[in-house]
């Protein structure tokens, strides 16, 4: 059973930076996605950004771009989520998935807090 967990969340006041990491059980080069999801209180879970770790290729929805870094930490074996400009908006549990074809892990998440 594949093992992923998040950490770096926690308080920041709008306009800081936070980094999120994910780290798993096994070599973050064998999924073929890997990406950070968000769900705010009374809404849906949603796609914040993705990485191909093979290849690196990366996806960021609207809300993320020009804000938001995903990048393969090799030396840590994460992925990880560098917030920059964080507004209240942003405020959510953040999520960590592993993709390898049909199959997906989730870790248990880790709370971003932006106070304005």
């Known amino acids: 059973q594949v093992q992923v967990v998040e950490s770096g969340g926690g308080l920041v006041q709008a306009g800081g930076s936070l980094r999120l990491s994910c780290a798993v059980s096994?070599?973050?080069?064998?999924?073929?996605?890997m990406g950070w999801y968000r769900q705010a209180p009374g809404k849906e879970r949603e796609l914040v950004a993705r990485?191909?770790?093979?290849?690196?290729?990366?996806y960021y929805a609207d809300s993320a771009k020009g804000r938001f870094t995903i990048f393969r930490n090799n030396a840590a074996n994460t992925i990880d989520l560098q917030m920059n400009g964080l507004k209240s908006e942003d405020t959510a549990v953040y999520y960590c998935?592993?993709?390898?074809?049909?199959?997906?892990?989730w870790g248990q998440g880790t709370q971003v807090t932006v106070s304005s």
């Open positions: 998935n592993a993709n390898r074809l049909s199959r997906n892990w």
């Open positions: 990485i191909a770790p093979p290849g690196g290729s990366t």
């Open positions: 096994e070599s973050i080069f064998d999924f073929n996605f």
